[in-house]
């Protein structure tokens, strides 16, 4: 049921063949298969080589010659250069503020999370079925259709145009808690509960010292997956912060995009750098942390 | 959470187990509580919230000088949207991006995850890792790429076009929803693909062995035995990627700022944040109510075509 328990088969790439199989009609299958994957590959990397490109080019440079290289005066410091002083450096703030919403709104919503699956896969009491259940359902939910009534309701409280107003909503995570608790359920073994009760330990020590340990590589995967969804999201912080101070990254840039045709419009080269800057702590993230991506999506598929 | 009701001892025998259940119960809700409280708050309230609104009208008297009143008014809100020709539209386009765009988005995703878990493939791990790239990046910044990568004047997809002599421009009228459906399919076939592959890999090798032995050929294996086993991958990606298709807002928004011709209510999130825009709450809370519905009766309209069909095999 979950990912430590999945057999998983070597895929590093070396097959062994086995000798007794006639080897050239599936060479041919061979070259057909490769054919379709670097097709594959490159209809997924173009567009992220073509920001690459684009970010060593002047703003006059991105309208003329070959989009997908480079030519033209070599501009790339330049451009990181202007990147940061635009609007008197505005984009270090949103960098930090994308730090800051997504490393505090997942951390405190893996822990919550944590402590709700534990206690979902734990404890037998009436209704933890519906309860579990109301939290596959909210699973389904479309996220945008929160973000409306969520500002019509922060509005009074003076929530509008605060950090509250968009980690308060980030730190509730259904998918995280189904995902602790089918990890919960499934490796930590309630002898081991029982052990620490008959020590003496309270409820929350033997969640803090042996639960909370066991669950460990799920916690990352949850922290994970939260954190990404906050750092990508964009309709939450856009709609609750008019205050360009307090914005994400991401609506920052967004932002930049769309004064095209304004007076005095951010240029082009300048909007293609911040995205390109933009997204290297997450491609950073996810390539030093693949096991986990994985882990994730394997017990989100296996039901 | 409301909905972890109190145990109560009735019908428990008295005694230490019983005062032992009501005293795990009671952890069990404190552990519950913080994210109980947040989830009230944060998902039940809003969603009440809006039904709530949807049934209400606002009313201004006279010249419009006092304060204008609530008034309740039934399915006023939702009689007006369903005839309001511009959402009829919206939910009717993202309908159609949905038909076309997800089949074709979990089929190209279901190929790649059963080549990538065929045992001859070279690369595997560049290959999946170049798949799933594009869901390491925001879903805004994606879009971002892409809407200058279609733009009229900017677009190198454009200017090779007519290097060969085509003319094409992209964000034209026609091309619009083809357009939004590909950022789509870029955006998360690498997501569906690694759902998928999860599954195929937990499939025992000793299955495809066996049926290697027995004369099989791969596609066979892959036909036969290894998409039958990975069914319930496949309902789970089709149930989300409905649930994203019926969101679809990023994508055409992003869009927007290089293709003014994409009009304001082109897709239902899109009127509803229109309304929003316009000071219109009780209506954009319909529109959501109607959207989060057609979501709702689609997806689970999905899970029990499956179910049914899984039954009778």
Same mark, same amino acid.
């Given at each position: 049921m979950t990912a430590t328990e999945t057999p998983v088969r070597p895929d590093n790439g070396t097959t062994t063949t *086995? *000798?007794?199989? *006639?080897r050239t009609p599936l060479a041919l299958s061979r070259w057909l298969v490769l054919g379709v994957m670097v097709l594959a590959a490159v209809y997924f990397l173009f567009p992220v080589w073509w920001l690459l490109v684009a970010s060593t080019k002047t703003s006059s440079g991105l309208f003329? %010659?070959? %989009?997908f290289w480079f030519g033209g005066h070599f501009a790339f410091f330049g451009n990181v250069r202007a990147v940061f002083a635009q609007q008197g450096g505005i984009f270090w703030r949103w960098l930090l503020n994308s730090a800051l919403y997504a490393v505090g709104g997942a951390a405190a919503g893996t822990l919550i999370s944590a402590l709700a699956g534990y206690a979902l896969a734990k404890y037998p009491f009436r209704g933890r079925e519906f309860a579990f259940n109301v939290v596959l359902a909210a699973v389904l939910v479309p996220q945008p259709l929160l973000a409306i009534p969520l500002y019509l309701m922060f509005s009074p409280v003076h929530l509008v145009n605060t950090y509250w107003g968009v980690l308060l909503p980030s730190v509730v995570s259904p998918f995280g808690v189904y995902l602790a608790r089918i990890y919960a359920g499934a490796s930590v073994p309630d002898e081991l509960l029982e052990a620490g009760r008959i020590d003496g330990a309270g409820e929350t020590r033997i969640f803090a010292t042996i639960a909370l340990r066991v669950m460990s590589p799920a916690l990352v995967t949850i922290f994970l997956f939260q954190f990404v969804s906050i750092w990508t999201n964009y309709l939450l912080p856009v709609l609750m912060l008019a205050d360009d101070r307090l914005q994400p990254v991401t609506v920052g840039i967004v932002g930049w995009q769309s004064q095209r045709g304004i007076g005095n419009a951010v240029p082009f080269n300048v909007v293609v750098t911040a995205a390109l800057i933009s997204v290297i702590p997450l491609v950073v993230l996810f390539l030093t942390l693949q096991r986990f991506w994985r882990s994730g999506l394997i017990s989100g598929s296996v039901k | 959470m409301t909905t972890a009701a109190p145990p109560t001892t009735a019908g428990a025998p008295p005694g230490r187990t019983s005062r032992h259940s009501r005293r795990r119960a009671r952890t069990a809700l404190t552990f519950l509580a913080p994210f109980g409280i947040l989830f009230a708050a944060m998902y039940l309230a809003p969603i009440g919230y809006t039904v709530y609104q949807s049934l209400f009208q606002e009313h201004r008297s006279g010249l419009g000088l006092s304060a204008p009143t609530k008034v309740f008014a039934g399915l006023a809100n939702y009689r007006a949207a369903l005839d309001d020709s511009g959402f009829r539209g919206s939910l009717l386009r993202v309908l159609l991006i949905g038909v076309v765009q997800v089949p074709v988005m979990l089929a190209l995703s279901l190929t790649l995850a059963l080549l990538l878990d065929a045992r001859r493939t070279l690369f595997k791990r560049f290959f999946r890792l170049a798949f799933f790239l594009p869901y390491a990046l925001p879903g805004v910044i994606g879009a971002l790429m892409w809407s200058f990568l279609v733009a009229p004047g900017l677009s190198p997809i454009t200017a090779a076009a007519h290097h060969v002599g085509l003319h094409l421009d992209l964000t034209s009228n026609s091309l619009l929803a083809p357009t939004i459906g590909n950022m789509l399919t870029w955006g998360w076939t690498g997501y569906n693909m690694l759902i998928i592959y999860s599954a195929l890999q937990a499939i025992p090798p000793e299955l495809s062995e066996a049926a290697t032995m027995d004369g099989c050929s791969a596609f066979g294996i892959a036909w036969r035995i290894k998409i039958p086993l990975v069914r319930p991958a496949l309902v789970l990606t089709t149930v989300f990627s409905i649930i994203g298709t019926a969101q679809l807002y990023n994508e055409p928004a992003i869009l927007h700022n290089v293709a003014p011709n994409l009009s304001s209510d082109y897709t239902p999130i899109f009127a509803a944040y229109d309304a929003v825009d316009a000071g219109n709450f009780d209506y954009a809370a319909t529109e959501s109510v109607i959207l989060a519905l057609l979501a709702f009766v689609l997806s689970f309209g999905f899970l029990r075509l499956v179910q049914r069909r899984g039954a009778a095999l």
């Open positions: *086995p *000798p007794d199989r *006639p003329s %010659g070959n %989009g | -």
